[in-house]
């Protein structure tokens, strides 16, 4: 079975996503890496003031990656664009990455993930500001997780 898949989802707002899984070329991985590790994007050409979307639609979005995640044993590699996001007034003070590094963790302990765990990973930047990076996998895969992690933590300025 293919693992680089692009897949539409429209919410009931009128919103078009594509969610795209796209494997990672082992020679980008840490040595001792011996399943997959699939990059996770999901865009939209929406424009920023259009985007309204409700918790069923973001719950959706979750479902397609569990659904695709069931059907493939991997590593989920999720980084958090910093394009500009709605954030309520509460959420001013989170610039775009985090914010969307909150909203992913919701999505995922709304989804009862009990199965997976979702590791975020912060680089720390003080030039461009922090990256925000979600890491998901079964449980039984943390030892994979536990080494990327360590890999990426290296690059902090």
Known sequence: MALDIDIPYSTK????????FTQFHNDKLP????????DIVIETDADLKDINNSAFSLLQLTKI???YAVNHDAIYYCYCSDKPIKRS????HLNHQEYRSELFCKM?????NSDYINRVVVIKD?????HHIHLIAKIENQHFIDLISETLTKFDK
């Open 31 to 38: 040595e001792g890496i011996s399943i997959p590790v699939i």
């Open 65 to 67: 990656i569990h659904d």
């Open 89 to 92: 007034d509460r959420k001013l």
């Open 108 to 112: 995922f302990e709304k989804n009862n």
């Open 13 to 20: 707002e009128g919103i078009n996503y594509l969610i795209k």
């Open 126 to 130: 003080p030039e461009k500001g922090n």
